[in-house]
């Protein structure tokens, strides 16, 4: 296991489950006692959390956070953040998946079923500069499409605030109920909107909704989330 001096290391951890969370946090923290690690269950609190830590030095992201579609957030932050390396987490680890995760910038790709000490060693490699995946994991399939990488490239030019609107664009929100949920004034969302537009390339809601949609995962009907060890 790679050890590195930790005392000043800061280590986002993004999921939405808390049992999760904390067995990550048990984690770190044998690997690195004194590394400051703050959470987020959201997209919205990870773009929060972001702005509050400018120094993070590893994001471990959850593929299905609210907020995001897919690999809509991981392509958002390695955009944003192309320096800071990121490790997909989640209980779909078919190898098509992994493939596209690695594709899209991720650093490393952990499974939620893993044994703590590999997620640890997942962990330690990534942060020595090296990408990895536990082991038993694969990587395979035809990868992400071109059409992913385009729209990736987009949403990552996005203003967190537009990402958001994107993003519940993707829900199927109306411009009305986008504002309300975002305290602003619907001529405000409007404005994000043909920037959104702009930047992917598209000319309505529904080819903006298509895009996007290139990015959504397909997760398996009998895939269901094991709680961590």
Known sequence: MILLNA????????????????????VITQLYPQASLPEA????????????????????????????LGYSALSWFTGQYPHTPVIMISANSHPETVRRALDHGA????????????????????????RDLH???????????????????????????????????????????IAYELNVKEATIKAHMTEIFRKLGVHSRTQAVLAMSSL????????VEPPPA
């Open 135 to 177: 082991p038993g994991l694969e990587a395979g399939g035809g990868g992400a499409s071109l059409q992913s990488l385009d729209v990736a490239e987009a949403l990552a030019s996005l203003t967190p605030q537009q990402f958001r609107v994107a993003s519940m664009l993707a829900e199927g929100l109306l411009n009305k109920q």
């Open 7 to 26: 005392n000043k290391l800061s280590i986002l951890i993004a999921d939405d489950h808390p049992l999760f969370r904390a067995a990550l946090h048990q």
């Open 107 to 130: 650093a490393g790709f952990l499974s939620k079923s893993a044994e703590m000490t590999d997620m640890a060693d997942c962990i330690a490699q990534v942060m020595a500069g090296k």
């Open 41 to 68: 269950a959201s997209v919205a609190q990870l773009q929060q959390r972001t702005e509050e830590h400018r120094d993070i030095d590893l994001l471990l992201l959850d593929l299905h956070m609210p907020g995001a």
């Open 216 to 223: 959504s995962v397909e997760v398996p009907a009998n895939l």
